[in-house]
């Protein structure tokens, strides 16, 4: 009897121990049993990292589902998500791979998108890569690398400086870099105070308004003055901008072919017309200089303007007669006078 119950006790402790380990172990890696119902999304990935199946499938934090499966696909790790079926996933969203704390497990996040159309059974995710803890030590590895080389450049540094504190041989005339410029600082002391002497009467004056610069920035008049040439200077800025303007307005009136000049220019009747007053012009101008015409010959020919001249003064001297004559003879004395 005794035999019995201890084995009975020792069975019901084996059945407690395993119990307890099960309950440890979803407690520490949040394992949980694969869900029977939802539909199925593909998320491909470069690397799983270490996500397996029955791991979390979370969005904005809450758990909408689990890995179902992981997969390869070519040289893309494919980890096939089971979403519950009352969860609608935007088109446009994004999985990636993270982790619960820095030792919890990983699971699968999904960044939602705004897209108005779902994804639908089966339909793959957009994926990105979140860096590991793997890549973290990595980069860590290869900051430490990289702080070593700075450190190195700046001993390196420092070793070629060493003869600013000291170092130098007085003896071949050479010494440290300090000692230098205290040399040198010794030996154009006077200058030096000269030097200064001069920038603090400089200043002095401007603080005072004497000089082309103090009276700029002390005397309120000549700052009134800069202000109203500059107004004016604006004003005129603003005059030529208005005349440009205008000037643009006009120019596009001529291109459209509107007043005098736009017509004369754009306008082809216009244009043969004054064509053809030119070429008149020239031929009446020819004419005009050609002795075989009348008038011509009238403005060139000296003999026509001598007997034109002779006849108006015969006609001249027969209206002279005329007045003095009655009018039975005056046909005669004008006869008499021209003929």
Known sequence: MNTASQSIRVGLFFVLGVALIWIAYETLSGSRLERASGYRLEASFENLQQLKASDEVRMAGVRIGNVAETKLDGTKAVAVLLIDQNI??????EATITTAGLLGTNYVAIVPGEDLQKLAAGAPINTFKTPGFNDVVAEVGQLGERLDQVFAKVEGSLDGLSGLTGGGSSDDGEGDLFSNLNQIVIENRDTIKSTLANFD??????ASGKGTIG??????????????TADDIKIAANNASALMTEAQSILDEVKTGKGALGTIIYDQQTGEDIKVTVANVKDFSSKLNSPQSS??????????????????SKVNG??????????????????????
């Open 88 to 93: 609608a996933i935007p088109a446009d969203s």
């Open 318 to 339: 027969a209206v002279s007669r005329f007045d003095d004559s009655g009018p039975i003879t005056a046909v005669g004395i004008l006869a008499s006078a021209l003929f």
């Open 295 to 312: 008038l011509g010959r009238f403005l060139n020919d000296d003999d026509l303007y001598v007997q034109a001249q002779d006849t108006l």
């Open 201 to 206: 009467q400089i200043s002095g004056d401007i």
């Open 215 to 228: 009276k700029l920035i002390q005397d309120p008049a000549a700052y009134e003055k800069i202000m109203t």
